[in-house]
């Protein structure tokens, strides 16, 4: 029985080293081989050991870091009258707004109205090519010629059939042919002439006036475009009397009447304008389901065309207008457990002395909000006079946090220095300078 043959051990790439039997590497004497691995292990072991110390440092449990206490802008809560007059954002119009258009088609050749010019009744705002009625009203004069030139022949032969009958050299019935021949043909003149005026108002409408004076609101056609007839080609407001457009809602609108009294404020210039409703839209709008209502508007200083206008209808003024109330700004309204709450700063013990200047904690506190006064929400119920609130950034913070009282770096005396300035009169000059 034979013998297996020992693995075959490959040629180690260092020639100082050997491997013995037991696996082990050893440096055979007279390489400087050696000695260098000796040095490299004994400058290494001190790297492993720091290497070693920053694992074991990072597996370790950090501290937590304490929260920071947060400065938050404190609002005392108090009562104040209420101002719940509704007004509604609307627009100055004109009452009566026509789209002028040709009265035939064709192809515009000018077009001499712009936006926001004032025209006059009777001025010219656009123009068609005129030559197709212009050869039409040519044709239907020379029309007109020929009835004529037939009526006249019809009238003369009229005229000498009556005189043969007066002689006796015809029949009646020949004289009454020959009558009815002059009437036809005065018939043929005058249709004639019809159409020879009507082809003339064909080749006037070519051109488009202005019917009344007013102001170009708007322009839709250009010139090369073809329009047919009746197309909307310039929109005009006319001068006279103004309305003020704007919309309501629909269970506001069963309280609107014709004639009711609104105040009118212009956006600009914050002139009060009174003004009676005029007109309540039957129907609401398709896309924003709103009611449109148009007010009158009279007064020597009228708004211009489209500007921005604020309505309020007395009819819907709240019958709790100036009663007394607690209102907060929307920005101190918050949402906690499916809750509208406010945060009520409740201050340490220690700065009961001083509420404004102490630290304290937050908590929320459930609220009732009755009905909306401007960009304030009107407490129903949960707040109390006296109490101090968080007026701003509610959305961070958590029941139980401790907070302290924001302090501006500026005095509120130099937040504006320009607004005191205004009304500060100039100083005297020096008895030497008079």
């Known amino acids: 029985m034979s013998t297996p043959a020992a693995p075959r051990v490959p040629a180690l790439p260092w020639p100082h080293l050997r491997q013995p039997r037991n696996g082990v590497?050893?440096?055979?004497?007279?390489?400087?081989?050696?000695?260098r691995a000796r040095r490299d292990a004994a400058l290494a072991a001190p790297a492993?050991?720091?290497?070693?110390?920053?694992?074991?440092?990072g597996c370790s449990r950090s501290e937590p870091v304490p929260e920071p206490v947060r400065a938050v802008k404190l609002l005392a809560v108090g009562v104040a009258p209420l101002q719940m007059h509704p007004e509604y954002a609307?627009?100055?119009?004109?009452?009566?707004?026509?789209?002028?258009?040709f009265r035939v088609g064709g192809k515009i050749v000018q077009r001499q109205a712009e936006v926001g010019q004032h025209v006059l009744a009777g001025q010219v705002l656009a123009q068609l090519d005129p030559r197709d009625y212009e050869l039409a009203t040519q044709a239907a004069r020379a029309q007109v010629a020929a009835a004529s030139t037939q009526r006249d022949l019809a009238a003369a032969d009229f005229e000498r059939y009556s005189r043969l009958r007066a002689e006796n050299f015809i029949s009646s019935a020949e004289l009454d042919r020959r009558q009815a021949q002059l009437k036809a043909a005065q018939a043929s003149l005058d249709q004639a002439r019809a159409q020879l005026a009507a082809q003339g108002n064909q080749a006037d409408y070519a051109r488009l006036v202005a019917d009344a004076a007013g102001v170009v609101t708007g322009v839709d056609a250009e010139p090369g475009q073809v329009v047919a007839a009746g197309a909307p080609v310039v929109r005009v407001a006319r001068d006279g009397p103004r309305d003020a457009v704007f919309a309501v809602p629909e269970d506001k609108v069963g309280q609107l009447r014709v004639g009711q009294p609104v105040q009118v404020r212009a956006w600009s210039a914050?002139?009060?304008?009174?003004?009676?409703?005029?007109e309540v839209a039957a129907s609401a709008d398709p896309v924003t389901r709103t009611f449109v209502v148009k007010v009158a508007v009279d007064g020597p200083d009228l708004p211009p065309l489209g500007a921005t206008v604020y309505a309020a209808p007395q009819a819907l003024a709240p019958a709790a207008e100036g009663a007394q109330a607690i209102k907060l700004p929307t920005s101190a309204l918050g949402q906690e457990g499916g809750q509208t709450v406010v945060w009520v700063f409740e201050p340490h013990k220690a700065g009961a002395a001083g509420l404004a200047d102490a630290g304290g904690t937050v908590r929320p506190q459930p609220v009732q909000i009755a009905a909306a006064d401007g960009n304030q929400a009107v407490i129903a119920a949960g707040l109390s006079p006296g109490m101090q609130v968080v007026?701003?950034?509610?959305?961070?913070?958590?029941?139980?946090?401790?907070v302290t009282a924001y302090k501006p770096k500026v005095p509120e005396s130099l937040m504006n220095p320009a607004l005191p300035a205004i009304n500060m009169k100039a100083p005297a000059p020096p008895a030497a300078a008079r």
């Open 25 to 35: 590497f050893l440096c055979l004497p007279g390489f400087r081989g050696g000695q």
């Open 48 to 57: 492993m050991w720091v290497l070693a110390a920053v694992v074991l440092a």
């Open 90 to 101: 609307g627009e100055v119009r004109a009452r009566i707004e026509s789209r002028l258009g």
């Open 270 to 278: 914050g002139a009060l304008l009174q003004g009676r409703v005029r």
């Open 391 to 402: 007026a701003t950034g509610v959305h961070v913070l958590s029941p139980g946090q401790r």
